[in-house]
């Protein structure tokens, strides 16, 4: 078999401990664009996997040459590595898939119809998620829905990395290379007509997955900064909320004191007040860091990844 000189479409999948799940994702990917006659190439990412995935995607690549493997140095996480595959994909439309097979490939069809609409981001629609617990669930719908009131942008709800993007995007995207990376926020904030497909998101194929609680709430965090100043402006708010409260209770004292009240007598009110106060300063001073260790991820310049080796490029 030998390799597409230009694919019309790149499939970018991050790879991470996924050797049970490798062979299938390829399999599934394969048979539905070559059933419907699409040219094709994928990119699969291994980010500094410790299993047998980077000798699973090398002997794919050795099968296929239309399989094409990134290797980091190291792990970078789920959000560089979408960003290496689309610096590396080739094609005209690039689509970005989660190797778990959570996100059916047949479903790339479907986000190829309307790209051939004129459409220059289809993104998926999580209709149903199967598999997952209420928790997860509860907790998946409360971050979009928080994220889409408190950003400038509006990004759809209930939809995840799973998307086509076409070239110019793509190539947009290239140019913005933050550290702390929101990809589903990313790419709606480059513009361009966009659309969506619903689909039922389907149980993990095999394997654990690699987004625990702490991982989750990173991922949120990293959202919420990077297209929204809401946590700072609420650190104001409640700093001019406290305040207010605070001249309320003086002129309280002063009137109870006066009136020859005993209410005020004692310390047990004064340590709330200061202890209330004390919180209030540490969380503002929390969000202001949370801003400020951002800034300094981008001041220091560092790239986004390093690559031990690129297989199957020409370049």
């Known amino acids: 078999m030998t390799a597409e000189a230009h694919p019309v479409v790149s499939i970018v999948a991050p790879v991470f401990n996924e050797e049970a799940i490798l062979e299938e994702l390829y399999?599934?990917?394969?048979?539905?664009?070559?059933?419907?006659?699409e040219s094709w190439e994928l990119v699969l990412v291994n980010d500094g996997s410790r299993d047998r995935s980077p000798q699973i995607m090398a002997e794919l690549h050795g099968r296929d040459p239309r399989v094409k493997v990134v290797d980091f140095a190291r792990n970078f996480g789920h959000q560089v590595a979408i960003t290496a595959g689309a610096d590396y994909a080739r094609g005209?439309?690039?689509?970005?898939?989660?190797?778990?097979?959570?996100?059916?490939?047949?479903?790339?069809?479907?986000?190829?119809?309307?790209?051939?609409?004129?459409?220059?981001?289809?993104y998926a629609v999580r209709a149903e998620r199967k598999g997952e617990t209420w928790f997860k669930e509860f907790t998946a719908r409360l971050f979009y829905r928080i994220i889409y009131r408190i950003t400038e942008i509006d990004i759809p709800m209930d939809t995840g990395d799973f998307r086509l993007?076409?070239?110019?995007?793509?190539?947009?995207?290239?140019?913005?290379?933050?550290?702390?990376?929101?990809?589903?926020?990313?790419?709606?904030?480059?513009?361009?007509?966009?659309?969506?497909?619903?689909?039922?998101?389907?149980?993990?194929?095999?394997?654990?997955?690699?987004?625990?609680?702490?991982?989750?709430?990173k991922f949120a965090l990293d959202g919420i900064t990077s297209f929204s100043y809401l946590p700072l402006q609420l650190a104001t708010y409640v700093g001019f909320i406290a305040a207010g409260l605070s001249i309320l209770g003086i002129?309280?004292?002063?009137?109870?004191?006066?009136?020859?009240?005993?209410?005020?007598?004692?310390?047990?009110?004064t340590l709330v007040s200061v202890l209330f106060l004390g919180g209030v300063q540490l969380i503002?001073?929390?969000?202001?860091?949370?801003?400020?260790?951002?800034?300094?991820d981008e001041v220091k310049g560092r790239p986004l990844y390093i690559v031990r080796e690129a297989v199957g490029f020409e370049e």
């Open 92 to 122: 005209d439309a690039v689509v970005i898939i989660d190797a778990d097979l959570q996100d059916p490939p047949e479903v790339i069809l479907d986000l190829l119809a309307r790209w051939r609409e004129g459409y220059e981001v289809v």
């Open 165 to 217: 993007m076409d070239r110019r995007v793509v190539e947009a995207l290239k140019g913005i290379r933050e550290k702390h990376r929101f990809m589903r926020g990313l790419s709606v904030w480059v513009g361009f007509r966009q659309t969506g497909v619903k689909y039922v998101r389907a149980e993990r194929y095999a394997g654990e997955t690699k987004y625990p609680l702490k991982k989750m709430l």
């Open 251 to 269: 002129i309280a004292a002063i009137i109870l004191r006066l009136s020859g009240s005993q209410a005020f007598y004692g310390q047990a009110s």
């Open 284 to 296: 503002s001073l929390g969000i202001i860091g949370e801003y400020l260790g951002r800034i300094y």
């Open 27 to 37: 399999r599934r990917l394969s048979a539905a664009l070559d059933g419907a006659g």
